[in-house]
């Protein structure tokens, strides 16, 4: 069983940058970010597979949030700049043990563990 602990979160300014942290407590092959704004379906954010072999991002955070991970520390990270309003919502942490199809990577149901997830508050 691996743990999933977030930290990070809060509030910004349109515009400002946050920075997410998930650390992991057992090995992780792929470990991903995604959010849920109220109201709304939870989305895929980016992903990333162990060693960073690959890195995907949803369309709508490509060139502002990146996604990456400190193998030796087990932690993935979320570098989330030029937040926008619709960037508020709560991010969770997913993470698998095994290989995910590409084109499952942002459905979500594929993940064995989650975190509890860390607010984000994005002011106009």
């Known amino acids: 069983q691996v743990q999933l602990v977030e930290s990070g979160g809060g509030s910004a300014q349109a515009g400002g940058s946050l920075r997410l942290s998930c650390a992991a407590s057992?090995?992780?092959?792929?470990m991903a970010w995604f959010r849920q704004a109220p109201g709304k379906e939870r989305e895929g954010v980016g992903v990333?597979?162990?060693?960073?072999?690959?890195?995907f991002y949803n369309d709508f955070v490509k060139g502002r949030f990146t996604i990456s991970k400190d193998s030796a520390k087990n932690t993935l990270y979320l570098q989330m700049d030029s937040l926008k309003p619709e960037d508020t919502g709560m991010y969770y942490c997913?993470?698998?043990?095994?290989?995910?199809?590409?084109?499952?990577?942002?459905?979500?149901?594929?993940?064995?563990?989650w975190g509890q997830g860390t607010q984000v508050t994005v002011s106009s």
């Open positions: 990333v597979a162990s060693g960073q072999d690959y890195t």
């Open positions: 997913a993470a698998n043990e095994k290989y995910i199809p590409r084109g499952r990577l942002f459905t979500g149901i594929d993940y064995q563990y």
């Open positions: 057992g090995y992780t092959y792929a």
